[in-house]
């Protein structure tokens, strides 16, 4: 993992506390955006923790150079904000999920760890701004028209439910390399490159049964 954050005590507390947790080892850590593409490039990693709020640069200028320098990294946004519209637009960039610096510490371990097995953690904030992203695509939806079949959308339902490869294998009577492939063939034929651009697409299209009852929950 790294880890980017300006606040040198946070960001020293973050880094011990994750370090003492179990498959978990931070090998970057960096204060701003420049500083660490210029770390990135020595020590690639599978997962960057980030702020938003860095100098020099805005989040969301920061989180495109990431994006465009380190495609097929898997970002987690840690951050005091609770603009949903903020966090929405983030998800359109490609992040790959959401933690308040709010919540709860387990809350961030138990994200780390979806992310790192393509599973969707969900907290109030995250769900709430992917259903802020779903009502943004409905008044511009630039998908073109993409007919899933009924193992494509259980496969949606299960991703949704934070199952992993192996859970939905077992569950689908399929290998995990088949689950991986129809998930692959699933961004390829949506257009998407992100477990959360499958879920995004599944919320527009409503094929997911969220049972979005209790905001509080996570589902």
């Known amino acids: 993992m790294a880890i980017v954050d300006d606040h040198i005590l946070f960001r020293r507390t973050l880094v011990h506390y994750l370090s003492e947790q179990k498959n978990l080892r931070i090998s970057v850590q960096a204060s701003e955006t420049l500083e660490l593409l210029h770390k990135l490039k020595a020590n690639p990693v599978e997962i960057l923790l980030m702020d938003i709020s860095l100098p020099p640069l805005d989040g969301v200028d920061a989180l495109q150079i990431i994006r465009y320098e380190y495609p097929d990294m898997k970002i987690l946004v840690l951050s005091m904000c609770n603009d949903l519209d903020l966090i929405s637009n983030l998800l359109d960039l490609g992040i790959h999920g959401f933690i308040s610096k709010g919540d709860e510490p387990e809350d961030l371990v138990n994200a780390i760890t979806a992310i790192s097995e393509n599973k ?79 879920i995004k697409f599944a919320l527009q299209k409503q094929i997911l049964e969220t049972r979005r009852t209790n905001s509080n929950v996570k589902m």
């Open 120 to 198: 969707i953690y969900h907290t109030r904030l995250f769900t709430e701004a992917l259903f802020r992203s779903k009502q943004q695509h409905n008044r511009n939806d630039n998908h073109k028209q993409v007919t899933l079949n009924e193992r494509e959308k259980k496969i949606l339902q299960l991703l949704w439910e934070e199952k992993s490869n192996k859970d939905i294998a077992d569950e689908l009577f399929l290998s995990i390399r088949s689950v991986e492939k129809i998930r692959q063939d699933m961004k390829d034929k949506i257009g998407v490159k992100s477990t959360i651009g499958l």
